[in-house]
């Protein structure tokens, strides 16, 4: 599988669903985690900074000679390498899309390394642009979250009509494998309106809901995803089940 992790907007738990994620997936087998985003969240979460550009994506995108390999973190953690972002990558995007070479970009630079993962998972900017189409269209699933704010039902329609769109076009081939409900407020009236909402959409939308749990951000500060941090708390075994979700769901669509 090599699933995309997509929001319209930032603030949903789009990064923290991605780790944790990963983190599930490696249980299973190799993992490579990819962040896609010049604020280089992903990496972030598992305590990864690139030095420059020159050990991060933006190396990679920027030139396509670039061995893959050197700009690897191995074994994060069991099962899981991870290839960072850079603040770099912005730029580097924006001189790609100028000659036409940003939506293939990551597709083109993950290639020699796909047969060397049994999942690699993409952790996207919190927009619709450039670079997180190039992301969609390194990948054959899409997953997008919301929380118990209304505006975030609206973002999951944004991108599920974005990845309609580029499909179209022939853009990418993936197609959309959930839409996860994470930071769930169980009693709130907010939570249950959206959730209702989107279930009228017909979109698919998982039965995992990740529960709003303190722990998620202070895991994020002790760069230790809470499946791992805190593996035995509800959120931490709601992200497992929703990994396994992910994983059937994907199953289903490509058989």
């Known amino acids: 599988m090599r699933l995309a992790v997509c929001s319209s907007k930032g603030g949903v738990g789009k990064t923290a669903t ?16 990819v962040d896609t985003d010049p604020q280089d ?9 690139a ?8 190396a990679l995108l920027e030139d396509p000679v670039t061995e893959a390999r050197a700009a690897i973190r191995h074994d994060v953690v069991p099962g899981l390498d991870l290839l960072p972002a850079h603040p770099a990558l912005e730029a580097v995007s924006v001189q790609l899309a100028g000659t036409g070479g940003l939506v293939t970009s990551i597709r083109r630079g993950l290639r020699p390394l796909l047969a060397e993962y049994d999942h690699i998972v993409l952790d996207t900017r919190g927009d619709l642009g450039g670079l997180t189409l190039a992301a969609v269209c390194a990948a054959d699933t899409v997953l997008t979250v919301f929380t118990s ?3 975030s039902a609206l973002g999951v329609v944004r991108v599920a009509a974005f990845l ?3 499909r179209t076009y022939e853009n990418t081939s993936a197609v959309l494998v959930g839409v ?13 309106e959206v959730f209702g909402a989107l279930a009228g959409t017909g979109l698919p939308l998982l039965e995992t809901r990740v529960p ?6 202070t895991s994020a500060l002790a760069k230790r995803p809470v499946v791992l941090s805190a593996p035995s708390s509800p959120v931490a075994r709601a992200y497992l089940a929703l990994a396994d979700e ?10």
């Not at 599930?24 to 993992?31: D, F, I, M, T």
């Not at 996860?180 to 249950?192: M, N």
């Not at 992910?246 to 058989?255: M, Y």
């Open 41 to 49: 969240s992903l990496g972030r979460a598992f305590g990864v900074v």
């Open 212 to 217: 709003t749990s303190r722990r998620v951000p």
């Open 180 to 192: 996860a409900c994470v930071d769930w407020d169980k009693d709130g009236r907010a939570a249950k």
């Open 149 to 151: 704010d209304p505006g």
């Open 246 to 255: 992910v994983l059937a769901s994907a199953e289903r669509l490509h058989t």
């Open 18 to 33: 991605a780790a944790n994620l990963c983190v599930a997936l490696a249980r299973r087998g190799r993992v490579l985690a």
């Open 51 to 58: 030095k420059g550009r020159d050990d991060s994506l933006a």
């Open 164 to 166: 309609e769109q580029h």
